[in-house]
């Protein structure tokens, strides 16, 4: 994994920890206060997707793969996407601050305009993650493309620590940037290893570099122009 793609699959983690764990206490406060019968479905539907994606991300911060990858951020985006259509639903474009009464709770009563400002997070967060989830997903798609180019042909069933940023070569330790400088001589190795001897060229000769396969060292050869 190199240093940019590692710093921001987790700054996206975090985004997704922080919106669904909002939904998730907001839903469970509901739940607290009108019950299980009065919520109509949503509010456990919302406690079963924000707890199991929790728990899910959290192993995949642990280990992953990039087609498991794949396959969790289409799983919950359509579930975000159901979300957020179910509190349209509930919510539709009700104008909160014109909302007037209270609501019969457990222990007493809430605010109508309370409840409904509290829906509309719900409803904006949904909406918020599901574009997170298509983004996320179109990305990982970028750069899966990317490190088949470099010659990892099979990435997508390799740890996820091996796919590169944009403009970057696969590999776990690869920390080289499009612009990084390297010793004279030297060029990054396929997987950001020690560089390899750079062979002088010569007026006459040209010098081909060949990716390696799977983490293989690159192959440099030197023939006549």
Not at 75 to 80: P, Y
Not at 100 to 124: D, F
Not at 135 to 151: C, D, N, S, T, V
Request: hydrophobic share 45%; net charge neutral; proline share 6%.
């Amino acid at each position: 994994m190199t240093v940019r793609f590692g710093n921001r699959r987790l700054a996206f983690y975090v985004w997704v920890f922080l919106l669904s764990g909002t939904v998730l206490g907001l839903t469970a406060n509901f739940v607290n206060l009108f019950g299980v019968s009065a919520a109509s479905g949503f509010n456990l539907f919302a406690l079963i997707v924000t707890s199991l994606q929790i728990f899910i991300f959290l192993l995949s911060l642990q280990w992953s793969q990039p087609n498991v990858e794949t396959i969790l951020l289409f799983f919950f985006g359509v579930l975000w996407l159901a979300m957020g259509a179910w509190a349209t639903d509930i919510v539709g474009h009700e104008q909160c601050s014109q909302v007037t009464g209270r609501m019969v709770t457990k222990n007493g009563t809430k605010t109508a305009r309370s409840y409904c400002n509290e829906m509309k997070v719900v409803q904006a967060f949904s909406w918020a993650l599901f574009a997170s989830f298509v983004l996320a997903e179109y990305i990982l798609f970028q750069l899966i493309g990317q490190a088949k180019r470099f010659g990892r042909w099979d990435i997508a069933h390799e740890p996820i620590r091996e796919l590169p940023w944009f403009d970057e070569q696969p590999g776990y330790y690869n920390t080289h940037t499009g612009g990084a400088p390297h010793s004279p001589g030297y060029f990054p190795g396929a997987a950001g290893y020690p560089g390899y001897p750079y062979p002088q060229m010569s007026g006459g000769q040209t010098t081909i570099i060949q990716p390696g396969m799977n983490g293989a060292p690159a192959t440099v050869t030197t023939v006549p122009a």
